[in-house]
């Protein structure tokens, strides 16, 4: 899978604003699995055992199609050898 063709633009209300985000967000933590995986030369099949998961679900996951649990991404992070960092940044001015 290569999601870096994917363009996000954002048309329409801004209440679809959230799904586009979490859209994208899959995508994204679909891709760096993807990456890791393949620097490491594992198969899909392979990371799923390491992880405790199955074939289909890794694939659904790497397509952008699932969202994981806290418990899976650290299942994941370990089977690639790679730390989970999960972190909260401001996007714009606090309001109060």
């Known amino acids: 899978m290569n999601a870096e063709h994917v363009r996000w ?39 799923a055992e390491r992880a405790g998961m199955t074939q289909p679900q890794l694939s659904r996951l790497e397509s952008g199609g699932a969202t994981p649990t806290v418990p899976l991404l650290a299942r994941l992070a370990a089977a690639l050898n790679a730390d989970l960092d999960i972190t909260f940044r401001p996007r714009g001015p606090l309001v109060a």
């Open 9 to 47: 633009e954002r048309t329409g209300s801004e209440q679809h604003a959230g799904a586009y985000e979490e859209a994208r967000a899959a995508l994204l933590l679909g891709q760096m699995v993807y990456d890791r995986r393949t620097a490491l030369g594992l198969t899909q099949a392979e990371l």
